[in-house]
């Protein structure tokens, strides 16, 4: 929904911007786990020395990437669906099917965030730290994780409910927000950038 229409909500537009600021963190992250592999590469080339903790780094870099790209995923239709025959539902039905999409991947969502908070609270509890050369304290990569699961689940939640609320109030909106992106959208959208890139 990073293509929202104009009267889209002011929650969902601040929900817009943490989850790129999410999404910004995340490719950083990935590109400081780059820098670092290249170092490790070379030393153990050049000088048969190694950093320790990369593939330890990058598996929380995965981990992080995962938990904090969904939510950004989510608002811009990201997640694939299976929309084979849905064109030829009647719209209604189609409205329907797109908050039930929406409410599947919320559920998904407070499940996934149980689950995180579950580990970083037994963590928490116990000290819990890695057993590699790094000795990482746990409860930092599993807050992360947690953070990302979250906010996942509260976007998947403020989604469900606008939806919800335009089905009953303004059903003919509900696909302008939510409906899968179709390939018509994204040939649009390519060619729009392609039009920036020429134009900058």
């Known amino acids: 929904m990073m293509n929202a229409p104009a009267n889209q909500p002011w929650f969902l537009r601040g929900m817009e911007a943490v989850a790129m600021a999410l999404a910004l963190a995340a490719g950083l992250a990935v590109a400081i786990l780059s820098i670092l592999i290249g170092v490790d590469i070379a ?29 950004y995923t989510l608002l811009a239709k990201g997640h694939p669906r299976i929309d084979l025959g849905l064109r030829i539902l009647p719209s209604r039905l189609q409205d329907i099917l797109h908050v039930v999409a929406l409410a599947a991947i919320c559920t998904m969502g407070l499940f996934m965030s ?50 919800l609320f335009l089905l009953v109030r303004a059903p003919d909106e509900v696909a302008r927000f939510y409906a899968p992106a179709t390939i018509e959208d994204e040939v649009e959208d390519y060619i729009d950038e392609s039009h920036k890139e020429v134009s900058a």
């Not at 000088?47 to 969904?70: I, M, N, P, V, W």
């Open 114 to 163: 149980w689950h995180a908070w579950g580990e970083l609270s037994q963590t928490l509890k116990f000290g819990t730290v890695t057993n590699t050369p790094l000795q990482t304290p746990l409860w930092i990569p599993q807050s992360m994780w947690f953070l990302g699961m979250a906010f996942f689940a509260l976007t998947g939640l403020a989604t469900t409910l606008h939806s």
């Open 43 to 71: 030393g153990r080339s050049l000088f048969g020395q190694s950093l320790q903790g990369t593939d330890e780094l990058g598996e929380y870099t995965l981990a992080l990437c995962g938990s904090f790209g969904l939510s």
